[in-house]
Nanobody, 120 residues
Framework: QVQLVESGGGLVQAGGSLRLSCAAS????????MGWFRQTPGKQREFVAS???????NYADSVKGRFTISRDNAKNTVYLQMNSLKPETTAVYYC??????????????WGQGTQVTVSS
């Protein structure tokens, strides 16, 4: 099974930017659709963005226009560039293999995630 390690989170002021990275260990990373999710205490994990092996992307309405998902198959890594950050963006962010229409269904095991905190 693929192992996922998220990094790049931290504390940032509202309006700032962060780039998250997800490094995957597995034999078929380049064939997988990958997605980012986030979770706040008391809430279920929610879909943020996904990208197919061919580069097609899908975004949650709440982040469209501000976040950009990308991937580097040579590095087995998927990225999430987050711009114009808002306090409500604060959450733990996770990546995973995804499926279903729009790549919104997580399929693999969850990693530890990376904390993003946006101050006002």
């Amino acid at each position: 099974q693929v192992q996922l390690v998220e990094s790049g989170g931290g504390l940032v002021q509202a309006g700032g930017s962060l780039r998250l990275s997800c490094a995957a260990s597995g034999n078929s990373f380049s064939l997988n659709t990958m997605g980012w999710f986030r979770q706040t205490p008391g809430k279920q994990r929610e879909f943020v963005a996904s990208i197919t092996s061919s580069g097609s992307t899908n975004y949650a309405d709440s982040v469209k226009g501000r976040f950009t998902i990308s991937r580097d198959n040579a590095k087995n890594t998927v990225y999430l560039q987050m711009n114009s950050l808002k306090p409500e963006t604060t959450a733990v962010y996770y990546c995973n293999k995804v499926g279903g229409v729009g790549g919104v269904i997580p399929l693999g095991y969850w990693g530890q995630g990376t904390q993003v905190t946006v101050s006002s």
